[in-house]
Antibody, heavy 120, light 110 residues
Framework: EVQLVESGGDLVQPGGSLRLSCAASEFTFSSYWMSWVRQAPGKGLEWVANINHDGSEKYYVDSVKGRFTISRDNAKNSLYLQMNSLRAEDTAIYYC?????????????WGQGTLVTVSP | QSALTQPASVSGSPGQSITISCTGTSSDVGGYNYVSWYQQHPGKAPKLVIFDVSDRPSGVSNRFSGSKSGNTASLTISGLQAEDEADYYCSSYTSNSTVIFGGGTKLTIL
């Protein structure tokens, strides 16, 4: 069974930086696109970014472009999200997710999430 | 880009069927057969229940079905059960090679 474990969430001041990690196991990590999705407290899901299998393609939601960077290390089976210039509206649970085998756009496996709180 | 439009809430009695709509544009829902639906129980991670408009992942009950017409996709849950009470989100691939979610629909079992 696919395992995704996020870490790195914390309380950070506005304008600060944070790096989230997602450790993957029980599947061939290097073969799959990966995504970050966030959910603000009491709100809906928002896709943040995704990255292709070798890191050569990356896409972001407009609200994080220029501030967040998605990356991966296939040797370590790990996904990352570097978040800079954090704002209060970035406060959310951040999930990493991988695509369902055979689908183009469906997120079939999710981690448990890590909480990022941006507050003075 | 604005979120896909879903009703805020729907409700139904056990055994009945409900349908949740998800309306986008020709740049997302209407332009691609890459609509997915997710179920989320409180405090839990989302779970994929429908992908590519109408396909079900292995292990998902056949009570869940999906369809699309023009810019609107739909999720139908038949034979409602208590455990179906949850939030449901649609998502779609977009012409910008990004992903967009709907605002979510709270399903209440009466």
């Amino acid at each position: 069974e696919v395992q995704l474990v996020e870490s790195g969430g914390d309380l950070v001041q506005p304008g600060g930086s944070l790096r989230l990690s997602c450790a993957a196991s029980e599947f061939t990590f290097s073969s799959y696109w990966m995504s970050w999705v966030r959910q603000a407290p009491g709100k809906g899901l928002e896709w943040v970014a995704n990255i292709n299998h070798d890191g050569s393609e990356k896409y972001y939601v407009d609200s994080v472009k220029g501030r967040f960077t998605i990356s991966r290390d296939n040797a370590k089976n790990s996904l990352y999200l570097q978040m800079n210039s954090l704002r209060a509206e970035d406060t959310a649970i951040y999930y990493c997710a991988t695509y369902y085998s055979g689908s183009y756009n469906a997120l079939g496996s999710w981690g448990q999430g890590t909480l990022v709180t941006v507050s003075p | 880009q604005s979120a896909l439009t879903q009703p805020a809430s729907v409700s139904g009695s056990p055994g009945q069927s409900i349908t949740i709509s998800c309306t986008g544009t020709s740049s997302d829902v209407g332009g691609y057969n890459y609509v997915s639906w997710y179920q989320q129980h409180p405090g839990k991670a989302p779970k994929l229940v429908i992908f590519d408009v109408s396909d079900r992942p292995s292990g998902v009950s056949n009570r869940f079905s999906g369809s699309k017409s023009g810019n609107t996709a739909s999720l139908t849950i038949s034979g409602l059960q208590a455990e179906d009470e949850a939030d449901y989100y649609c998502s779609s691939y977009t012409s910008n090679s990004t992903v967009i979610f709907g605002g979510g629909t709270k399903l209440t079992i009466l």
